[in-house]
């Protein structure tokens, strides 16, 4: 991911090379430009007229490109939007793998407001600066959606570690319920923001971790713990 927040280039999934479906993986800089401006066009688009209703000559229009040009790097819509999910895939892992390099310490002594904000505040402000990501995990209409179990497992496991620590004397079975409880109340805070788009902001960067940091603070009260 770049300084500002703007994901870095699109590198393309592993993929079937005999698949018809399959991007074409630019070689060139002005290729590699091309598709990012595409996936960029793709990422406006939804926010505005949603997944369903983007189409690959509006993608074209929008990203300054012939459609030509457009289907050299993409043979579909589909292997549009796949491109662009995997643009997101990849900066939340970078978002999550930091997760692993905290100190037990940092977990352990921190208040509970500055753990969530560090344990789940840069993936709503990627989001809130991404709006189309949440489209695509909550689409209005249509059948796409984006779903990742692997970058959810390394959200969950960021939780349980934390939560391990701070609640040593809560059950396994416990804190299991708790780290779901927390990923349950961040993906409804996502859903909402997408039917609340004139609130979104507070709702992401605001409101969303003010209510899991009481949610913590609520836990530490019951298992005994004060800090």
């Known amino acids: 991911m770049n300084p500002d927040g703007r994901p870095n280039a699109y590198c393309p999934p592993m993929t079937d090379k005999n698949s018809s479906s399959s991007p074409r993986t630019p070689q060139q800089a002005r290729g590699r ?15 505005v007229e949603g997944a369903a209703r983007v189409t690959m000559h509006g993608l074209a229009r929008d990203a ?36 692993g390099t905290v100190d037990d310490s940092v977990w352990i002594k921190e208040s509970a407001a500055d753990v969530i904000a560090r344990l789940i505040l840069p993936i709503l402000q990627y989001s809130e600066r991404h709006r189309d990501l949440i489209s695509m995990i909550y689409p209005l209409e249509g059948t796409y959606r984006l779903n990742n179990p692997d970058l959810r497992l390394q959200i969950e496991n960021a939780c349980a570690r934390m939560l391990e620590l701070r609640l040593p004397n809560a059950s396994a079975d416990a804190r299991r319920a708790y780290v779901l409880a927390l990923i349950a109340l961040l993906l409804g805070g996502f859903q909402i923001a997408q039917n609340s788009s004139e609130l979104s902001k507070r709702l992401l960067i605001e409101e969303i971790p003010r209510a899991l940091a009481a949610y913590l603070q609520a836990l530490e009260r019951m298992h005994g713990v004060s800090r």
Do not use: N, W
Request: proline share 2%; glycine share 4%; charged share 20%.
């Open 33 to 47: 430009e091309r598709v990012t401006a595409i996936l960029d066009a793709c990422a406006r688009l939804i926010v």
């Open 64 to 99: 300054g490109t012939s459609i030509g040009s457009l289907y050299h790097f993409f043979p579909d819509k589909q292997s549009v939007l796949d491109a662009l999910a995997e643009r997101h895939i990849q900066a939340l892992v970078v978002i999550t793998e930091a997760l």
